[in-house]
């Protein structure tokens, strides 16, 4: 499989993931664990600089839902662009902490890995310097923390989508 083929079975993966997510947050936020999501947030950082300012409570809600599937779908693009075919093999250390790639259990905790990872490149990284939200170590509320389990339930189900498609195809 190319690296395009697995940028894109990886888009795909991050598309339904994103779903799973949205899901996940409705459910916090109807039990008032969380208040605004990160492209609330964003699109409320964009209105200080113009463009959606003035816009109807509809096409906000659009932007948001467009900006928060977009970075899901690049996102798992990205995953799956990391995703190697496994190639030369490595020594007997690499390939015993390399998992079995056919167990869905070991790609689900991969693709949690990598949902948190990208939480920390955003919520740790450029959310807060983008002034879109303050950084985690600043906030004083464990609510600080659900971004980090959200972004890897992301993360699980991206890896259990992402495997199920390419085990298919091999």
């Not at 993931?17 to 208040?35: D, E, N, P, Q």
């Not at 170590?137 to 971004?147: E, I, S, V």
């Given at each position: 499989m190319s690296v395009m083929e697995r940028a894109m079975t990886g888009a795909f993966g991050?598309?339904?993931?994103?779903?799973?997510?949205?899901?996940?947050?409705?459910?916090?936020?109807?039990?008032?664990?969380?208040?605004?999501?990160a492209p609330e947030q964003v699109v409320r950082r964009l209105e200080d600089f113009g463009p959606p300012k003035g816009w109807s409570p509809r096409a906000r809600r659009a932007l948001m839902v467009a900006a928060h599937f977009a970075y899901g779908t690049g996102a798992g693009a990205a995953f799956g662009a990391l995703r190697t075919e496994g190639g030369e093999p490595d020594s007997e250390e690499v390939e015993e902490h390399r998992g079995d790639r056919?167990?869905?259990?070991?790609?689900?905790?991969?693709?949690?890995?990598?949902?948190?990872?990208?939480?920390?490149?955003?919520?740790?990284?450029?959310?807060?310097?983008?002034?879109?939200?303050?950084?985690?170590?600043?906030?004083?509320?464990?609510?600080?923390?659900?971004?980090?389990?959200?972004?890897?339930v992301y993360g699980a189900a991206w890896g259990l989508i992402y495997w199920m498609f390419t085990r298919r195809r091999a």
């Open positions: 991050g598309l339904l993931a994103t779903f799973v997510l949205s899901g996940l947050r409705k459910a916090l936020k109807g039990m008032g664990l969380v208040y605004t999501t056919e167990d869905a259990l070991t790609e689900a905790a991969v693709g949690a890995t990598l949902g948190v990872l990208s939480w920390g490149a955003g919520w740790a990284g450029w959310l807060p310097i983008a002034s879109v939200h303050p950084a985690p170590w600043t906030q004083k509320t464990p609510r600080a923390l659900l971004p980090v389990l959200d972004h890897a």
